[in-house]
């Protein structure tokens, strides 16, 4: 696991911004249309989820073994 | 995993009004990194918002907080910058809030040089009725009062800011979050009147109306067109084309802020000394 | 300050508010309320305090509930076209509870009217005109020195009850000249701003009301990190769309003033003793009303005056008490007929209720009021 993924699903609203951001296509939205990880361990921890999260919903850190 | 900025926010109030996707929550998070950056107290802040989508902000940040009537933000921020000039007072406005039924007492704020930090997050519509056209919506852009199109020339705020006599003018978008962050910070820094357009998506009202697409799509735009001032600059003009526009410091002065200058008022009138 | 000195009723206002601890003071000029804010930008920084002109007269009202907010007691002072353009605000320190005093010099309108003509013609806007029900307060002096007290108790006023507080002048008293002597500051009577009496870690809540129904609001930067918002509002401060908070909210702005009653409805009575009939009146008509009153009495008369000084709440009791007593009342003021409405609603059909009015631009002679008594007893 190279990063830590966090998030706070009773902000999400489901916009689909950190998915269109996301360079390694990590997140997808759910049946419900929340942000989910969809694949792990394709993260970088490159941050632009976060940064560009208008609800300040999902959190990136870098794993413990990065 | 807990961001220090979380702090400046009511747990409580979150998560805010906005509709998916609004741009209005990052620029609200670059207003309490810029606040945190600066180190500025949350006891010794005040948050003054106008009405409209943006000025909701006001109630979901851990400050004194005050949401005033429709456009009148910056005059009840100048009578607390007065009344206790201790206070770093923060305004929140809107484009249709600032540029139209507040458009008098903008002008007159800077023109004042009074020690406000003006953050106005420009939209290009009237967002909480529903998508009516603003002075800031572009000329072409269609919205509920303008169905073909708008045909009003647009206000500049950023222009309009330094001819009225701010002595901060920067401006930057939802895009460039952490440019944003840095536009704010540094106009804390400046004792005057300062002022920060951020360009926000609202995907709900004016992109959908718009074929603008998502609000990743809307961010993109904003990627797309921003243009750092450095390279606005060198820019030919006729490569200042479409809807390729400028962001960065567009001016920066050197003036006495107003209240400094009615401390001399104050002196001269044999007054009490602060 | 104790020796007499000759001053006018704009003046003598600005003198009051300085000494009832107003260091705030936003201002447009209009005429014929001008004098205030001229006063004002020369005695306040006198004072370590500020004056400011603002744009308009919207941003002035917004710069005293801004500076109210702040910790400081804050006056506006204006006349009919401005006051006019306040009322959003007006609204706004209602619903919001912010203390501030506003400064109505009438003139006659409406729109722009007759400029710097005396009237009384804002009498109800005072009452209704910003949108939304909320109480008001609202007293009218009818000398120089009761422009001075009338300020004071303004300020106070709206200090203890949170509330925006109209000191309805005209342009009679406003630029009268009199002689007159003020009290010592140290002989007035000061109503503190009102401060929290818990802490945030004890669940502090801003618009928590106190016993007196008025909550306890705290003034920004002290430290307890408080929304303020024209929208309605619970306890805490934040808007809710709750039916009962509403209903709840609205009962109490009224009610935190209308407990009080009599108390803060102040009026006079002159020559009432054995009278039959009365003349209602208040400001400056009220003036040549009482020359009117005085001569109709050598006349042999029996006619007395009641004076409204507090005009809003209005003194329904001392009406309702004077219609059982006379055979009739005659309302003299300076206007198509406002005050008149409300005697007469009060009187309940008593007594018969009369109009004295006027509205060409001049103030009332006494013959025009004496006139006015020999039709009410039957001598005309």
């Known amino acids: 696991m190279k990063s830590e993924i966090t998030i706070k699903m009773g902000r999400c609203k489901g916009c689909g911004i950190c998915v269109a951001f996301c360079p390694k296509q990590v997140l997808a939205l759910d049946e419900l249309g929340k942000v989910q990880v969809a694949n792990g361990d394709a993260c970088i921890a490159c941050g632009q989820c976060e940064l560009r999260c208008p609800d300040y919903a999902i959190f990136v850190d870098k794993g413990a073994e990065a | 995993m807990e961001r220090s900025y979380e702090k400046y926010f009511r747990q409580n109030r979150l998560p805010h009004l906005w509709c998916p996707g609004c741009g209005n929550g990052i620029a609200m998070k670059a207003i309490v990194q810029a606040i945190e950056k600066k180190g500025l107290s949350q006891d010794n802040t005040v948050i003054v918002s106008g009405i409209g989508c943006s000025s909701r902000a006001s109630g979901y940040m851990d400050f004194d907080t005050l949401h005033t009537a429709h456009g009148r933000a910056i005059p009840f921020a100048t009578g607390i910058k007065l009344a206790n000039p201790d206070l770093n007072v923060v305004v929140i406005t809107g ?78 978008t939802a895009f460039h979050e952490k440019h944003l962050v840095d536009m704010i910070a540094d106009g804390f820094d400046n004792k005057g009147f300062s002022f920060i357009e951020a360009l926000v998506q609202c995907p709900t009202a004016y992109g959908r109306k718009n074929k603008m697409g998502s609000p990743a799509n809307m961010m993109m735009w904003m990627r797309d067109n921003a243009v750092m001032k450095a390279a606005w600059d060198k820019l030919p003009e006729e490569k200042k084309t479409g809807e390729k526009f400028p962001i960065g410091c567009f001016y920066k002065a050197e003036a006495m802020d107003y209240d400094t200058a009615y401390d001399q008022v104050i002196e001269r009138a044999g007054g009490a000394a602060k | ?56 007269e919207i941003a002035s009202m917004g710069a005293i509930l801004g500076a109210s907010l702040a910790g400081q007691k804050a006056m506006d002072a204006t006349s009919g076209p401005g006051f006019s353009l306040k009322q959003e605000l007006i609204g706004y320190a209602a619903c919001a509870e912010i203390p501030c005093v506003l400064v109505n010099v009438q003139r006659v309108g409406p729109s722009t009217g007759q400029p710097t003509a005396p009237s009384q013609g804002d009498v109800m806007q005072t009452r209704w005109g910003t949108h939304g029900d909320h109480p008001v307060i609202a007293l009218s002096p ?91 509002h619970d306890d805490t401060g934040f808007p809710v769309g709750s039916p009962e908070v509403t209903e709840k909210s609205i009962q109490r702005l009224h009610e935190k003033i209308a407990r009080v009653g009599e108390e803060i409805i102040h009026t006079e009575e002159y020559f009432m003793d054995d009278a039959e009939y009365a003349v209602v009146s208040f400001g400056g008509t009220a003036r040549t009303a009482y020359e009117a009153v005085q001569n109709a009495r050598k006349k042999g008369q029996k006619v007395g005056l009641l004076r409204l000084m507090t005009i809003w709440p209005f003194a329904d009791k001392a009406i309702e008490r004077l219609a059982a007593k006379v055979k009739g009342i005659m309302v003299a003021e300076l206007n198509y007929g406002q005050v008149v409405h409300e005697v007469r609603r009060a009187a309940n059909g008593q007594c018969k209720v009369e109009l004295c009015g006027k509205y060409n631009m001049k103030a009332f002679e006494p013959a025009e009021i004496e006139a006015g008594i020999d039709a009410l007893c039957g001598e005309a």
């Open chain 3, 1 to 56: 300050m104790s020796k007499a000195r000759l001053m006018q009723g704009n003046e003598a206002c600005a003198e009051g508010a300085i000494a009832a601890g107003v260091r705030f003071f936003a201002g447009y000029p209009i005429t014929p309320s001008t004098e205030v804010a001229e006063t004002m930008a020369k005695l306040l920084p006198k004072v370590g305090g500020k004056f400011v002109q603002m744009e308009d």
């Open chain 2, 95 to 172: 484009d249709g809030d600032c540029t139209a039924i507040g458009g008098n007492h903008f002008i007159h704020g800077c023109r004042r040089n009074i020690d406000l930090t003006v953050v106005l997050f420009n939209n290009n519509i009237y967002g909480m009725t529903g998508g009516q056209a603003s002075p800031m919506t572009p000329l072409g852009k269609k919205a509920t009062t303008a169905p073909y199109g708008s045909v009003d020339r647009p206000f500049d705020a950023c222009h309009l800011a330094e001819a009225a006599g701010a002595t901060y003018v920067a401006r930057s």
């Open chain 3, 142 to 232: 009818w000398s120089v020195r009761e422009t001075y007290d009338a300020t004071v108790m303004a300020v106070n006023y709206a200090e203890r009850f949170r509330t925006p507080v109209v000191l309805l002048m005209d342009e009679v008293v406003g630029h009268l000249r009199e002689k007159v002597e003020l009290p010592e500051a140290s002989e007035l009577e000061l109503y503190p701003r009102r401060a929290p009496k818990k802490t945030r870690a004890e669940g502090y809540q801003p618009f928590a009301p106190d016993e007196d129904l008025v909550p306890n609001v705290a003034d920004f930067g002290t430290g307890y990190r408080i929304h303020v918002t024209g929208l309605i």
